[in-house]
């Protein structure tokens, strides 16, 4: 454990370990007990009197089923993302798109007969459609929906699929970037 200086006071807040721990229905001794850490240490962490050295990271973050990197992820100081949407035309759809690390958002709308097959904007992730108005029929390997305004489906993006719209379209195609797998 390391004393907290002036400059690690504004970049991390370990005061998410005492959410965490609440979530998870544990006392401080029953996170000492799991990680070997001792009881003054962690409540000295939580009131953001101290930071975590890299071992003690990893220790807290195995008792949460966390890697280091994701519990240094939610300790770094909490500030919100703001970003400006790109626009952009592929075939009849017309999209506003808004990306961060862990998510892409597309607002996108197209006319009767718009198809768009083998999309472009996919990593490993799961896709949501959400159908704003109109209609579309959208096609998977094995299976094939028609979804009206109101509906959203959520499939494994990495399958082929196609969009086609049947009436006039505004949807809301959100890409969730999957969890690691190893």
């Not at 959410?19 to 544990?26: E, H, I």
């Not at 029953?30 to 220790?59: M, W, Y």
Request: aromatic share 8%; glycine share 4%.
């Amino acid at each position: 454990m390391a004393e907290k200086s002036d400059n690690s006071m504004d970049m991390y807040n370990f005061s998410v370990l005492r959410d965490l721990r609440k979530r998870d229905g544990m006392t401080i001794a029953d996170l000492s007990e799991r990680t070997g850490i001792s009881p003054a240490v962690i409540s000295k962490l939580e009131r953001n009197q101290t930071v975590a050295e890299l071992k003690t990271l990893f220790r807290l973050a195995r008792a949460f089923g966390l890697t280091a990197s994701e519990m240094l992820g939610l300790v770094e100081s909490r500030t919100a993302q703001c970003k400006q949407e790109t626009d952009r035309r592929v075939g009849d759809f017309h999209f506003r798109q808004i990306e961060f690390a862990n998510c892409r958002c597309f607002y996108a709308d197209a006319p009767k007969g718009a198809q768009r097959s083998n999309p472009d904007a996919h990593r490993d992730d799961f896709e949501v459609c959400w159908v704003l108005e109109g209609t579309l029929r959208l096609d998977l390997p094995y299976e094939s929906h028609v979804l009206s305004a109101g509906d959203c489906l959520q499939f494994d993006a990495v399958f082929e699929h196609t969009y086609e719209v049947l009436e006039d379209c505004r949807i809301i195609i959100q890409h969730i970037r999957k969890p690691k797998r190893f």
